[in-house]
């Protein structure tokens, strides 16, 4: 089994910055694209950002020059630098993989930090 921990969520005023982190962590395993994704109460999960194994990246319009996700390949982490916070962005936030193992890909995801942003 491959697990995703995610970490570096909390309460934060608007206009400030956090830094999230998602590790993956496991026996025999390749990862290709990562990326991160939110839930606000009542609306459905909706991308954030993704980055491939070779770095090119791909942001959701809402979060476009404020976030910037990044990615450890030698130590499988995956990162997420959110500025200039704003209310709309709390939820919480998922990781997610594509971890490869034995040749079988699958859609792997952690189980989530909150993100709260004041106004």
């Known amino acids: 089994q491959v697990q995703l921990v995610e970490s570096g969520g909390g309460l934060v005023q608007a206009g400030g910055s956090l830094r999230l982190s998602c590790a993956a962590s496991?026996?025999?395993?390749?990862?290709?694209?990562m990326g991160w994704y939110r839930q606000a109460p009542g609306n459905p999960r909706e991308l954030v950002a993704t980055i491939s194994n070779g770095g090119s990246t791909n942001y959701a319009d809402s979060v476009k020059g404020r976030f910037t996700i990044s990615r450890d390949n030698a130590k499988n982490i995956v990162f997420l630098q959110m500025n200039s916070l704003k209310p709309e962005d709390t939820a919480v936030y998922y990781c997610n993989a594509d971890i490869i193992r034995f040749g079988a890909p699958k859609s792997s995801w952690g189980q989530g930090t909150q993100v709260t942003v004041s106004s």
């Open positions: 496991g026996r025999t395993f390749s990862i290709n694209a």
